[in-house]
């Protein structure tokens, strides 16, 4: 089985970055694929950024142009690094990894952007 634990959440002014953390129990060397999700109250979870075989970067037109997702190997850990926050953004953010053919997912982290 694979944990994973999402951190960095909290409250952000707008117009503020964020930095979150998706850390694994299992080295990272054959992963598959892995994403950020978000789901605000009331809403379906979505897609933020991807990272899919090949190593193609895919982003939602929303964050597009001001996020990052870097990954540390070493750390077993996957980054999501967003700029010019907005209220809209405000979110539980998830983390999913996919290992060949089982999927998981972390428990979620809260972001809010508020004055």
């Known amino acids: 089985q694979v944990q994973l634990v999402e951190s960095g959440g909290g409250v952000v002014q707008p117009g503020g970055s964020l930095r979150l953390s998706c850390a694994a129990t299992r080295n990272m060397f054959d992963i598959h694929s892995e994403a950020w999700y978000r789901q605000a109250p009331g809403r379906v979870r979505e897609l933020v950024a991807a990272?899919?075989?090949?190593?193609?970067?895919n982003h939602v037109d929303a964050v597009k142009g001001r996020l990052t997702i870097p990954r540390d190997i070493a750390k077993n850990t996957l980054y999501l690094q967003m700029s010019a926050l907005k209220p809209e953004d405000t979110a539980v953010y998830f983390c999913d990894f996919h290992y060949g053919p089982n999927n998981y997912w972390g428990r979620g982290t809260r972001v809010t952007v508020s004055s």
């Open positions: 990272i899919t075989p090949g190593d193609n970067i």
